[in-house]
Structure formats: C-alpha cells, structure tokens
C-alpha cells in the first residue's frame, strides 16, 4: 500500500505558477505509476498528466499539453506537476495517484489507479 499528500496548491493570478507536490509513504513507491488528476465543481474528476514507474513516460491531456510539466523523484517518494502559464478554467481540486504496476506503462483511467490523496485546491484568477 501506499499513502499519498498533496500539497502546493492556492490561489494563483491567470499566467502565474504554481507547483504541486505529492509525498509518498512507502519503501515502494518505485513500483507504482503515478497520475495527476484534477476535478472542478460539478465536473467529473478528469485526467491531467501520467507518468511511468521510472518517469521516463509522461503523458498530458491536450489541455495542459505545454503548459504543464510532470516529473518524479523515486529517491524522494516524491511526484510533482509543474503549472505554469496557469488559466481560469485550470482551477479545480489537484489529486495524486497511484497504480501499482510492473511495467513501463501510463494509465489515465481513474478506474485504473488503486490510491489517491485528499486533494488540494488550485484558484485561478482571471
């Protein structure tokens, strides 16, 4: 198992930055592919950014593609997403999550990851 906290959202002016975090517990986190999702009010919760056990494999939805930037640090248990150039419609709740796996693979499914984190609030102002 693995337990995951996001944390590094707020509310930021439209163009601006942001960088979110994900710790993870766990002397295994090298086995899991990791996702970042995100879910604005009344929307179903929607993907982000995939990336593989190794994050040698990233994936992005069209709408971050080159805005945002996912990346981990296995040493670290740690995940991140990198926002920037950040617009109105990119404010939603930030989850991080898990999928245990053996291969190299990226899932964007929110069926397919097993873990997730409480979430944290990401405000954009226009």
């Known amino acids: 198992q693995v337990q995951l906290v996001e944390s590094g959202g707020g509310l930021v002016q439209a163009g601006g930055s942001l960088r979110l975090s994900c710790a993870a517990s766990?002397?295994?986190?090298?086995?899991?592919?990791m996702g970042w999702f995100r879910q604005a009010p009344g929307k179903k919760r929607e993907f982000v950014a995939g990336l593989s056990r190794s994050g040698a494999r990233t994936w992005y939805a069209d709408s971050v593609k080159g805005r945002f930037t996912a990346s981990r640090d296995n040493a670290k248990n740690t995940v991140y997403l990198q926002m920037n150039s950040l617009k109105p419609e990119d404010t939603a709740v930030y989850y991080c999550?898990?999928?245990?796996?053996?291969?190299?693979?990226?899932?964007?499914?929110?069926?397919?990851?097993?873990?997730w984190g409480q979430g944290t609030q990401v405000t954009v102002s226009s």
């Open positions: 999550a898990g999928h245990e796996d053996y291969s190299s693979s990226i899932y964007v499914e929110v069926s397919e990851y097993d873990y």
């Open positions: 766990g002397r295994t986190f090298s086995r899991y592919a």
